[in-house]
């Protein structure tokens, strides 16, 4: 089974100003990548999600991320974040039928 | 389009009482179920899920049980609580096989126990 580990509890960051939130999975094998993101008091949100073909999937809203098998991870990017990005962000793998999340990264997006 | 409701939005419940908690899908058929807990700074717990009506696969060993009566309906319950099943709960269900599917999640449920 996968397992998933992002390594920034909190992430920090200016308006306008880029952002990376870190994830790595454990194993290279069938993997199936998920980010979904939660604003307050609400349920998840699927943000965007790798399955296969090109490494670099692209959400509506700006975000981006990469798959990379070499190094095992599929970190989140954006190259200018807004106030209204401030929220928690979760990474995930398949395990089975269901899926292992990380602990979450809180990006808090200030003026 | 697929929806997923989850009630009670919040929830406060002495230490001993029973929960039930309930989860419904609509706009798809066999869905598979998942209930999970969010506790602070420790990421999405996965409780239970379920492939099928009347099939339940537990995750985790503790005081909660999981029902699936109906074909979307999905149910969380506990005969009595502990301070430590204080969070927030959250189901969600997802389609196809194992792997590449996505899960599409409710609104959750707050729930403190005192």
């Known amino acids: 089974a996968q397992s998933v580990t992002q390594l920034d509890s909190q992430v920090p960051v200016f308006e306008e100003a880029p952002v990376e939130l870190r994830c790595n999975y454990s194993?290279?094998?069938?993997?199936?990548l998920f980010w979904y993101v939660q604003y307050p008091n609400q349920g998840l949100q699927l943000l965007l999600k790798y399955l296969s073909g090109s490494t670099l999937v692209e959400s509506i809203n700006g975000f981006e991320a990469e798959f990379n098998k070499s190094q095992t991870s599929f970190h989140l990017r954006k190259p200018s974040v807004h106030i209204s990005d401030t929220a928690e962000y979760f990474c995930a793998a398949n395990s089975g039928y269901a899926l292992n999340f990380g602990k979450g990264t809180s990006l808090l997006v200030t003026p | 389009s697929q929806t997923i409701h989850q009630w009670p939005a919040t929830l406060v419940q002495p230490v001993g009482s029973p929960l039930s908690l309930e989860c419904t899908v609509e706009?798809?058929?066999?869905?598979?179920l998942y209930w999970y807990r969010q506790a602070a700074g420790r990421g999405l717990q996965l409780l239970f899920y379920s492939v099928g009506i009347g099939q339940i696969s537990s995750e985790v060993p503790q005081n909660l049980s999981a029902s699936r009566p109906q074909d979307r309906q999905f149910i969380l319950s506990s005969k009595k609580l502990l301070l430590s099943d204080s969070g927030f709960y959250l189901c969600a269900w997802g389609t196809g096989l194992a792997g590449g599917q996505e899960q599409f999640f409710g609104p959750g449920t707050r729930l403190t126990v005192l």
């Open positions: 194993s290279s094998v069938s993997v199936y």
């Open positions: 706009g798809t058929s066999n869905p598979n």
